[in-house]
Each structure stands twice: as C-alpha cells, then as structure tokens.
C-alpha cells in the first residue's frame, strides 16, 4: 500500500512518506529514503540537509 502523498526516493524509486535531504561529492540535493540514507553516509562528501516528512505524518505528542 501506498500513500496518495508518498514522494519516490531520488536513489531507488521506492515512494516513501519520510526522506532526508542529502548531499554526496559536492552533487546536487538529493531526496534519499532512510535505507539509501544510511548507505550514502558513509561516503565521502556526504552532507545532511534535514528531513522531510508526509503532510500525512502528524508530529509526535511529548
Ligand atoms: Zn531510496
């Protein structure tokens, strides 16, 4: 199942509602899902640009 506001992983196409934007080599802005988010960090030149996140993904209660 997919939600209708996933957006495709710039990496592997996998829609997904959580990305991180990531930076490797100096190349452009990327929007990486969380698995090709943990296998870009470790390259080199890997930069962290922050998350997005699903309008449907309401933000957790403290
Ligand atoms: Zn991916």
Do not use: E, F
Not at 25 to 46: R, V
């Amino acid at each position: 199942m997919t939600p209708a506001d996933a957006k495709p992983c710039d990496l592997c196409q996998q829609p997904v509602q959580v990305r991180y934007r990531i930076q490797v080599n100096q190349g452009g802005w990327i929007l990486a899902c969380p698995t090709c988010q943990a296998h870009c960090c470790h390259l080199p030149g890997y930069r962290y640009g922050g998350t997005w996140k699903s309008r449907s993904i309401k933000p957790g209660r403290r």
